[in-house]
């Protein structure tokens, strides 16, 4: 897992010590919370921005390291960019480009709700050891497949990064197309020859573990239980988004 170890951002804070299964039942209960926040409402989309700040800073991440890894959001982005000129219905000028109203809310709704999201996300993945985390989700009794999927995910991350970077290498001393198009179909033509690559080698890995007496369930490291504090001091966060929640609600009316 040495690869998912280079999310983690070291540290001592009562976030990095809080157990990984109630790390992942707080996340999962604000971001729930914050998709319901009604459209229109900002205010509580702020709000609920400002609360998981509070989360980051005392979990001392640096404001750097949280910028850079959101660029996983670019595609929300492009979305988000592209629906108020698609949408449908009254328009409105913006610096001379006409722009439909209802596309300009529901791009500003998505961009806020996925960006909290990825902070929450990133949030997690920055204060939770990979093994930790799979021991979190075995405590919560999720389906022992999908353990056993994230288990291996994260295992050979690191190897498939690695085949990733030595067919980068070997495209370009063989003298990759120039321009933009040639470079597209070349790295288009990486990524297939990669998934065929790893799904190969995943199923020569079921077959080396089937003929080493596997049973289909993996033997995981139990993480160790939370204490009503630590579940008290979670809640925090996704109460206050459902607080937030239902206040805007009421407002919308």
Same mark, same amino acid.
């Given at each position: *897992?040495?690869?998912? &170890?280079?999310? !983690?951002?070291?540290?001592?804070? +009562?976030?990095?010590?809080?157990?990984?299964?109630? #790390?992942?039942?707080?996340?999962?209960?604000?971001?729930?919370? $914050?998709?319901?926040?009604?459209?229109?409402?900002?205010?509580?989309?702020?709000?609920?921005?400002?609360? !998981?700040? $509070?989360?980051?800073?005392?979990? @001392?991440?640096?404001? $750097?390291?949280?910028?850079?890894? *959101?660029? $996983?959001?670019?595609?929300?982005?492009?979305?988000?960019?592209? !629906?108020?000129?698609?949408?449908?219905?009254? @328009?409105?000028?913006?610096? %001379?480009?006409?722009? +439909?109203?209802?596309? !300009?809310?529901?791009?500003?709704?998505?961009?806020? #709700?996925?960006?909290?999201?990825?902070?929450?996300?990133?949030?997690?993945?920055?204060?939770?050891?990979?093994? &930790?985390?799979?021991?979190?989700?075995?405590?919560?009794?999720?389906? &022992?497949?999908?353990? =056993?999927?994230?288990?291996?995910?994260? @295992?050979?991350?690191?190897?498939?990064? &690695?085949?990733?970077?030595? *067919?980068?290498?070997?495209?370009?001393?063989? %003298?990759?197309?120039? %321009?933009?198009?040639?470079?597209? @179909?070349?790295?288009?033509?990486?990524?297939?020859?990669?998934?065929?690559?790893?799904?190969?080698?995943?199923?020569?890995? =079921?077959?080396? *573990?089937?003929?080493?007496?596997?049973?289909?369930?993996?033997?995981?490291?139990?993480?160790?239980?939370?204490?009503?504090?630590?579940?008290?001091?979670?809640?925090?966060?996704?109460?206050?988004?459902?607080?937030?929640?239902?206040?805007?609600?009421?407002?919308?009316?």
């Amino acid at each position: *897992m040495a690869a998912a &170890d280079g999310l !983690l951002v070291p540290g001592d804070t +009562a976030v990095h010590r809080l157990p990984a299964h109630v #790390k992942v039942v707080a996340l999962l209960g604000f971001v729930v919370a $914050v998709v319901l926040v009604p459209p229109r409402q900002w205010w509580a989309l702020l709000a609920a921005a400002a609360v !998981l700040a $509070v989360v980051v800073r005392v979990a @001392r991440l640096p404001a $750097v390291v949280v910028v850079r890894r *959101m660029v $996983v959001e670019v595609p929300f982005v492009v979305f988000a960019l592209l !629906l108020p000129v698609l949408a449908t219905g009254p @328009r409105v000028d913006v610096l %001379g480009v006409p722009l +439909a109203v209802e596309g !300009l809310v529901g791009a500003w709704n998505l961009l806020a #709700k996925a960006t909290i999201g990825v902070v929450a996300a990133i949030t997690l993945a920055a204060t939770t050891t990979p093994r &930790d985390l799979v021991a979190g989700l075995e405590r919560l009794r999720v389906p &022992d497949a999908l353990v =056993q999927i994230v288990a291996f995910m994260l @295992r050979y991350l690191a190897v498939v990064a &690695d085949d990733l970077h030595r *067919m980068r290498i070997a495209r370009e001393s063989r %003298g990759a197309p120039p %321009g933009w198009w040639g470079q597209l @179909r070349a790295v288009a033509a990486t990524i297939g020859a990669l998934f065929v690559r790893t799904y190969e080698r995943g199923e020569r890995v =079921q077959q080396a *573990m089937l003929a080493r007496g596997w049973t289909g369930r993996s033997v995981l490291v139990q993480g160790r239980a939370a204490t009503a504090a630590e579940w008290a001091g979670a809640a925090v966060l996704p109460l206050a988004a459902a607080v937030l929640a239902v206040v805007a609600w009421s407002v919308a009316g």
